[in-house]
């Protein structure tokens, strides 16, 4: 059965203002124009809602993105763009308990959330495959959805993956944060999270970075996470038999010290096709460095399959 059309079209101005922005999105005003550009949707999540945004042709080769942990499809900004310019049609959904999504009916760590994002695709894509290039806390549910949904999944692309090795993550001294606090002392400890988890460059950290970040935050209805400190991730990927590819920050702070364990433990895929390392980027790679991440997964994607062993 062909998918449903999406319910609206954005206008085609803004398709194509996107389009030609590659990765120069800047500022709040370049965000906003993003967003109008999208097509949202919903799909069921328990009584709730999953929100999706969908970017480019509905004809066109999908890629899914997922987001990390207290984020939403903003980690995804600097990236689109790009993605759009090559023709690829992007869905961003924001996860369950993330973003403008209502919390799952249950649970509160990523294994609850595939079965939702495979019923959001079905309805977006009916049984098409897609792309699906996963950050950070992401990357454990789609590691789950590829494994569980094989046929859905045709390419799996994982930056930033915890849940990797058995000795849990690097310490990251991290400051509790509330949007109740005062405005500069809520400034500072953004800054300083931002800098101990998410970017490895202070001058990374820009008035972009720090809205997107304060306003995901609020978001967060999934305190309760716990899986990205196992191996969850390691011990799933055997049954993922897709092509499985690694883009990393070079020093990203939950490998500190133990960046040269990512590919090993990659290759826990069967067809595991190589780790590319962003010299100087931290954990959110894709917006510290986005023209070299957006460079990377280019050619990922534009890799033709290649027969297994």
């Not at 939702?116 to 894509?125: I, N, S």
Request: with cysteine; hydrophobic share 50%.
């Amino acid at each position: 059965m062909p998918p449903p059309p999406p319910p609206s079209s954005p206008p085609s101005s803004a398709v194509a203002w996107a389009a030609r922005r590659g990765s120069a999105i800047r500022d709040a005003a370049d965000l906003d124009r993003l967003a109008a550009a999208a097509v949202r949707s919903h799909s069921p999540c328990g009584d709730g809602r999953m929100v999706w945004h969908r970017w480019g042709d509905p004809s066109a080769p999908p890629v899914l993105l997922l987001h990390g942990g207290a984020g939403s499809w903003t980690h995804w900004a600097r990236n689109l763009p790009a993605l759009l310019a090559a023709g690829h049609q992007v869905l961003a959904p924001d996860l369950p308990g993330f973003g403008d999504s209502d919390r799952p009916p249950r649970g509160q760590d990523a294994d609850v959330l595939p079965p939702f994002v495979e019923a959001g695709l079905r309805q977006a894509l009916g049984e098409a495959a897609c792309e699906v290039v996963a950050f950070s806390f992401g990357a454990m549910v789609a590691g789950l959805l590829a494994a569980g949904w094989p046929a859905r999944v045709r390419r799996l692309v994982l930056v930033g993956a915890p849940a990797l090795l058995s000795g849990g993550l690097a310490p990251l001294a991290l400051r509790a944060w509330s949007p109740a606090l005062p405005p500069g002392e809520r400034e500072a400890v953004l800054r300083h999270n931002l800098q101990r988890l998410m970017l490895a460059r202070p001058e990374a950290i820009d008035a972009l970075a720090l809205r997107l970040h304060a306003d995901n935050l609020a978001r967060d209805r999934m305190k309760l996470r716990r899986l990205s400190r196992t191996d969850l991730l390691h011990r799933t990927l055997p049954a993922v038999r897709c092509p499985v590819h690694g883009i990393w920050g070079a020093e990203d702070a939950l490998y500190r010290g133990r960046i040269g364990a990512v590919a090993p433990a990659l290759a826990a895929a069967p067809d595991f096709r190589g780790l590319v390392l962003l010299p100087g980027a931290g954990h959110w790679a894709p917006y510290e460095d986005a023209p070299a991440f957006d460079a990377a997964l280019a050619q990922v994607l534009g890799l033709e399959a290649m027969p297994r062993a």
